[in-house]
C-alpha cells in the first residue's frame, strides 16, 4: 500500500500556497510513493488479479498472470544474452501488447528502458544506439531493418550484439472483424511478415523464440535508487541527450498520476498516446499497471477506432493531446459512439481550444484537464485539479512538487502575473543528463536551499496559483504535442549535399498548430535543380516524420549577427507577422 501523508506543509500559514484551495480535498499535498521498483507493480497486481485484463488489442485480451508471464520468460532471454544489471536496452516500437511485456521484461533483468521514438530513421537511431553503449534492442518487424541499419553503420565496438524482432500479429488475431478491427489501411503494416534483416556482428533473434528461451531470469536485486529509464530529450544544440531517471521518480509520479485520475482497478484507459513518451509511459502504461487497470491499446491514432473502442470497451479514462479529441469530435461517424462511460478525460502538450473544451463539458460533463510536463520531470510537473481545472491552463504544481517563476537572468522570483521562467524541484525531476555533467550543472539551479529544474519555459503564476505558459525560453517547436528541436533538424539536413546554410523556424498550421518551416541557402553549384518538394522529400527519407519541414523556403542569404550567427528570431518573427 502507498503511504500517504495527511498533514498541512511545515510553513508559516502565510506562506501556504494560494492553489491549496483548490486542491482535491480527497488527496495528500505530498506522498510516500512504494519503497520497490517498478517491475514489482506488475508483480503486485498479477498477485491480486491475475485473471483480469491487463491488456486490450484488437479484441486480444491480455491477462495480468500472462503479461507477467511474458514478462518474466524475456527477462530471462535478456539474461542469456548477456544483459546485466544497469545496462541499457534499447525499445523501439508502436505502442502494441508486446512494447508493455518488454518494458517490464528489461525492469524485470534489472535493467534499464531506452525507449526511443519508432518514427526515427537510421540516421537517427544510430545515436540511441552508441550514446547509452546499447547492446541489445527490441523492436518491430517493420523497424527493424532501419535499427539493424543503424548499427551495421557504426564502428564494429558500438554495434548491438543482439535485435529481438517481433511482429504485431503476434499479439492478435488478423482476421479479426467488428468494432475490434483495425482500420483497413492499416492491414498491410500491421500483418505484413517481414524477412529478418541481417545484423552485422550480431544475432536477430524472434519474439516466439526469445520468450521459449531456456534458464531462468536473474535474481530481481534492481531499488529505487537505481536507474529504471533513459528517456532522450533534444535542447537547442547538439544531439539528443538521455534524461536519467530512477526507479524511485517514475514510481513517483506512477502513484501520483494514479491518486489524481483516480485511479482504480475497476479503470478501463484508452492506451493511445505513444507509451516511447514520456507521457504514455508513466501518466498511463505505468499508472495503469500499478492500479491493476485494463489498457484498451492502440497502436496509431485513427478517430473512428477510437470512438469504437471507447464505445465497445467501456473506456473510463483517456489521457490524450487535444488534436485527438478534437479529430474525433469531428468524426462524419461521431453521432454513433457512445462516450457516456468515460469519466476522466485530459493531456498535454498543446492547448485544448477553449470551444472544444466547452463542448465536452456542455455535451459529456467532462473537464478536460490539461498539464504540463517534460521528459526531465517524469510527466506532469503540473497538472489541472479534476475538479477545478482552468482552460488552456498549466494548472497547479503536482503533488510533491515546488515550482516558482524566477526572472531567467537574476533568478529572483518575479512577482505573481510577471513572467518568468518556471522552475521545478520535486521527487519526479530527473538525476541529470547521461555523460553530460556540464548539460546537467545548466539545468538546475538552487533557490531557497533547494535544487530547482530550469525548464526552459516562459509563464506566470495567476492570483489562484494557477501557471500558464507564455513563451519559451527554449528555441523548441511544438506540432501536436510533439516537441521539435530546431538544432537537431538543421543537423540533420546539412547532410544534403546542396545545402550551404538553413535555419529552422515555426509556421502557424490550423490543425497541428505549429509545424516546421526551413529557410534556405542553396549551394551555387546546385541552385535551379532541386525543388522544395525534392528536398521535403529527401528529408522524409532522412528523419522522423514529424520533424520533417513541410514549408521550405529557399532564401539567397540567411539574417546574422556581427559574430556571424545566424539570426533566427528575426526569421521567426518575420513569420509571425504573416
Known amino acids: 500500500m502507498t503511504a500517504v501523508t495527511s498533514s498541512q506543509p511545515d510553513q508559516p500559514a502565510a506562506k501556504v500556497p494560494a492553489h491549496y484551495r483548490f486542491w482535491p480535498k480527497r488527496l495528500p499535498y505530498r506522498l510516500t510513493p512504494p519503497a520497490n521498483s517498478l517491475w514489482q507493480n506488475l508483480a503486485v497486481s498479477a498477485l491480486r488479479y491475475p485473471d483480469k485484463a491487463a491488456l486490450v488489442f484488437f479484441g486480444r485480451t491480455f491477462s495480468y498472470a500472462e503479461v507477467l508471464q511474458k514478462a518474466e520468460r524475456l527477462a530471462a532471454c535478456l539474461h542469456g544474452l548477456g544483459v546485466k544489471k544497469g545496462d541499457r536496452v534499447v525499445l523501439c516500437m508502436?505502442?502494441?501488447?508486446?512494447?508493455?511485456?518488454?518494458?517490464?521484461?528489461?525492469?524485470r533483468a534489472n535493467a534499464v528502458v531506452v525507449p526511443v521514438n519508432p518514427m526515427n530513421r537510421a540516421e537517427e537511431l544510430k545515436h540511441y544506439i552508441n550514446d547509452p553503449d546499447a547492446k541489445v534492442a527490441i523492436t518491430t518487424a517493420d523497424l527493424a531493418d532501419e535499427l539493424a541499419q543503424a548499427s551495421d553503420a557504426l564502428p564494429a565496438s558500438e554495434r548491438l550484439s543482439h535485435l529481438i524482432v517481433t511482429h504485431f500479429t503476434d499479439a492478435f488475431d488478423a482476421q479479426v472483424q467488428g468494432e475490434n478491427a483495425p482500420p483497413a489501411a492499416w492491414m498491410a503494416w500491421l500483418t505484413t511478415r517481414h524477412a529478418p534483416p541481417s545484423l552485422s556482428g550480431g544475432q536477430v533473434v524472434a519474439w516466439i523464440d526469445a520468450l521459449a528461451?531456456?534458464?531462468?531470469?536473474?535474481?530481481?536485486?534492481?531499488?529505487?535508487?537505481?536507474?529504471?529509464?533513459?528517456?532522450?530529450?533534444?535542447?537547442?544544440?547538439?544531439?539528443?541527450?538521455?534524461?536519467?531517471?530512477t526507479h524511485a521518480s517514475i514510481m513517483h509520479n506512477t502513484v501520483a498520476s494514479c491518486l489524481w485520475g483516480t485511479g482504480t482497478p475497476e479503470n478501463v484507459t484508452l492506451a493511445v498516446v505513444p507509451m516511447f513518451h514520456i507521457t504514455g509511459m508513466v501518466s498511463q502504461m505505468h499508472a495503469a499497471?500499478?492500479?491493476?487497470?485494463?489498457?484498451?491499446?492502440?497502436?496509431?491514432w485513427d478517430r473512428d477506432l477510437a470512438g469504437r473502442l471507447i464505445s465497445a470497451w467501456r473506456v473510463t479514462h483517456w489521457t490524450n493531446i487535444p488534436t485527438m479529441v478534437i479529430d474525433l469530435l469531428a468524426s462524419p461517424h461521431f453521432d454513433q459512439y457512445d462516450l457516456s462511460s468515460l469519466v476522466a478525460i485530459g493531456g498535454?502538450?498543446?492547448?485544448?481550444?477553449?470551444?472544444?473544451?466547452?463542448?465536452?463539458?456542455?455535451?459529456?460533463?467532462?473537464?478536460?484537464?490539461?498539464?504540463?510536463?517534460?521528459?526531465?520531470?517524469?510527466a506532469p510537473s503540473h497538472s489541472n485539479p479534476p475538479d477545478a481545472p482552468k482552460q488552456q491552463c498549466l494548472g497547479i504544481p503536482f503533488m510533491s512538487t515546488d515550482a516558482r517563476v524566477v526572472n531567467p537572468d537574476t533568478l529572483q522570483e518575479v512577482p505573481q502575473g510577471e513572467q518568468g521562467e518556471i522552475i521545478i524541484?520535486?521527487?519526479?525531476?530527473?538525476?541529470?543528463?547521461?555523460?553530460?555533467?556540464?548539460?546537467?550543472?545548466?539545468?538546475?539551479?538552487?533557490?531557497?536551499?533547494?535544487?530547482?529544474?530550469?525548464?526552459?519555459?516562459?509563464?506566470?503564476?495567476?492570483?489562484?496559483?494557477y501557471f500558464f505558459l507564455t513563451d519559451r525560453l527554449k528555441r523548441m517547436i511544438n506540432a501536436s504535442g510533439f516537441k521539435i528541436w530546431p538544432a537537431e533538424v538543421e543537423a540533420l539536413m546539412f547532410r544534403h549535399p546542396a545545402i550551404q546554410e538553413a535555419c529552422i523556424i515555426s509556421a502557424k498550421?490550423?490543425?497541428?498548430?505549429?509545424?516546421?518551416?526551413?529557410?534556405?541557402?542553396?549551394?551555387?553549384?546546385?541552385?535551379?535543380?532541386?525543388?522544395?518538394?525534392?528536398?521535403?522529400d529527401w528529408c522524409r527519407e532522412h528523419m522522423a516524420v514529424y520533424k520533417i519541414p513541410r514549408i521550405v523556403q529557399f532564401v539567397d542569404a540567411l539574417p546574422k549577427s556581427g559574430s556571424g550567427k545566424v539570426m533566427w528570431r528575426t526569421l521567426q518573427e518575420a513569420e509571425q507577422t504573416k
Open 94 to 107: 508502436q505502442n502494441c501488447p508486446q512494447l508493455v511485456i518488454a518494458h517490464f521484461a528489461i525492469l
Open 213 to 245: 528461451a531456456a534458464g531462468e531470469a536473474p535474481q530481481h536485486t534492481a531499488g529505487p535508487a537505481d536507474l529504471a529509464i533513459l528517456p532522450y530529450t533534444s535542447g537547442t544544440t547538439g544531439l539528443p541527450k538521455g534524461c536519467m531517471h
Open 289 to 300: 499497471i500499478y492500479a491493476a487497470a485494463t489498457m484498451v491499446v492502440m497502436p496509431r
Open 348 to 378: 498535454g502538450g498543446a492547448a485544448m481550444p477553449q470551444a472544444v473544451a466547452q463542448r465536452l463539458f456542455e455535451q459529456f460533463g467532462l473537464r478536460y484537464a490539461e498539464g504540463y510536463g517534460l521528459t526531465e520531470t517524469a
Open 425 to 465: 524541484h520535486g521527487p519526479e525531476v530527473f538525476a541529470g543528463y547521461w555523460k553530460r555533467p556540464d548539460a546537467t550543472a545548466e539545468a538546475f539551479i538552487e533557490f531557497e536551499g533547494k535544487k530547482f529544474f530550469r525548464s526552459g519555459d516562459l509563464g506566470h503564476v495567476d492570483e489562484d496559483g
Open 509 to 536: 498550421d490550423s490543425y497541428r498548430g505549429e509545424t516546421v518551416k526551413a529557410v534556405v541557402v542553396l549551394r551555387a553549384s546546385h541552385k535551379g535543380k532541386l525543388t522544395e518538394q525534392e528536398l521535403i
